[in-house]
């Protein structure tokens, strides 16, 4: 199986700033990778599909982008809504895999 | 709209089994598979597998081989996700989430609790 990680695990924030998350693959995915942002008790919310694809109805904000070997999830200026957890997701591969997750909190 | 919506917590004994269902609507049901994806507390996300309510054809993840079965039924375009054998390690939030490989719709998850 295709193994994601995710840096950092957990970064304190406050709103406004800009916030970044990597996410790397063990093995080449070419750009079957997803991010989804879990809130808590909540299922989780696919944000950005394809690297750089933003789903409907979500804020600008939010980018997905490709460095290389790295997988860059962005929010441009963090809102009180988006303290959560933020997965990366490859499918590439099967089985699809799921990065550890990256918490944001204040 | 789209919505999948999930039968209720369960609490189970080890070596028992647990069938949670997850009932589609806004969307045609034969259209999308549907996968299913299990949370540990305060763990990840893992895939357990997929079935394609069309043609009933199913792939599951390696860990749960011989262990889960996954249905629908179309008529009331459901579907089912069926796991034998628990242990204390399987209890989580499993969610059904449309797609096989992208997952743009939750269901809200169902709690399974193993214990004796």
Do not use: H
């Not at chain 1, 290389?68 to 490859?90: E, M, W």
């Not at chain 2, 262990?67 to 629908?72: D, E, G, K, L």
């Amino acid at each position: 199986d295709i193994q994601m990680t995710q840096s950092p695990s957990s970064l304190s924030a406050s709103v406004g700033d800009r916030v970044t998350i990597t996410c790397q693959a063990s093995q080449d995915i070419n750009t079957y990778l997803n991010w989804y942002q879990q809130k808590p008790g909540k299922a989780p919310r696919l944000l950005i599909s394809d690297v750089s694809r933003l789903e409907t109805g979500v804020p600008s904000r939010f980018s997905g982008s490709r460095s290389g070997t790295d997988f860059i999830f962005t929010i441009s200026s963090l809102q009180p809504d988006d303290f959560a957890i933020y997965y990366c997701q490859q499918y590439d591969t099967d089985p699809p895999t799921f990065g550890p997750g990256t918490k944001v909190d204040v | 709209q789209v919505q999948l919506v999930q039968s209720g917590a369960e609490v189970k004994k080890p070596g028992a089994s647990v069938k949670v269902s997850c009932q589609a609507s806004g969307y045609s049901f034969i259209s999308f598979g549907v996968s299913w994806v299990r949370q540990a507390p305060g763990q990840g996300l893992e895939w357990m597998g997929w079935i394609t309510p069309y043609n009933g054809n199913t792939k599951y993840a390696q860990t749960f081989q011989g262990r889960v079965t996954m249905t629908t039924d179309t008529s009331t375009s459901t579907a089912y996700m069926e796991l034998r054998s628990l242990r204390s390690d399987d209890t989580a939030v499993y969610y059904c989430a449309r797609g096989e490989l992208k997952f743009p719709v939750w269901g809200q998850g169902t709690l399974v609790t193993v214990s004796s």
